[in-house]
């Protein structure tokens, strides 16, 4: 490889928010009369993908689209609640990878579902917008993920080919996404545990951003 470059997805890898945002449908389950299981597999399914995904999926779950504004704002309401009281948390050894991964001059993109505003509203309240080369939202490209074309634009927006870049993901959509680009694939769980087709696909499932720092200084230290 000619470059050091990594691309991180947000929720659930730099930020621990998923945990979070799946305890705010619960709750919404339970104080509406839905199933939790199948409230649960709606927001797995909707994991990592664009807001236009999730209308549909959430629309065909729980009713009409009516229905979907209604729970979206008390999901935000919950969700809101939490992060007032407790902050934004960040994934365990966030700091030290990002901190390592600069020093080792790596380029570094993020590259989230989410809208591209509050993607840079959340980094600059974690204080960790400065380790970026590139932030990307979901609003940015046609396709989300499992489509490569977030990946795709911020691989080229940090002048990195496709095959120079590892991509740090937990969703299953996410890892596909990195793969249709052609690029290097990680997996650290969170809500979603690794599946046969996850082990097929990822290059390699970690426990979480310490053993990716590891993980990467031996890959460029074979080059």
């Known amino acids: 490889m000619d470059s050091k470059a990594v691309i991180f997805d947000m929720d659930g890898v730099i930020l ?9 449908w619960d709750r919404f389950a339970v104080a509406n009369g839905f199933d939790r299981d199948m409230i649960r597999k709606m927001v797995l399914d ?3 993908t664009k807001e236009e995904y999730t209308i ?9 689209i009516m229905s979907y504004e209604e729970s979206i704002a008390i999901v935000r309401r919950y969700f ?6 407790n902050g934004l948390p960040k994934k365990m050894y966030v700091d030290e ?12 993109g993020l590259a989230s579902s989410t809208k591209e505003k509050i993607v840079r509203r ?10 970026f080369d590139v932030i990307l939202g ?21 002048k990195c080919t496709p095959s120079e870049c590892f991509v740090v993901e937990d969703s299953y959509n996410g890892i596909r996404a990195a793969r249709n680009a052609g690029m290097h ?13 996850m082990e097929s696909l990822a290059e390699v499932i970690l426990d979480d951003l310490k053993q990716v720092s590891a993980y990467l200084e031996s890959a460029w230290n074979q080059v």
């Open 138 to 158: 979901g609003d940015n490209v046609k396709s989300g993920k499992p489509a490569p074309d977030i990946f795709l634009t911020c691989a080229g927006l940090m």
């Open 80 to 85: 809101a609640e939490e992060i007032s009281k």
């Open 46 to 48: 909707c994991t990592g």
């Open 16 to 24: 621990d928010t998923e945990r979070i945002y799946n305890g705010a």
């Open 122 to 131: 959340e980094m600059d309240e974690v204080g960790l917008t400065g380790y």
């Open 185 to 197: 694939a990680i997996m650290v769980p969170d809500q979603m545990p690794p599946n046969e087709e």
């Open 56 to 64: 549909r999926r959430v629309t065909e779950t729980i009713g009409s």
């Open 97 to 108: 990878i990002l901190s390592a991964l600069k020093d080792s001059k790596a380029v570094l």
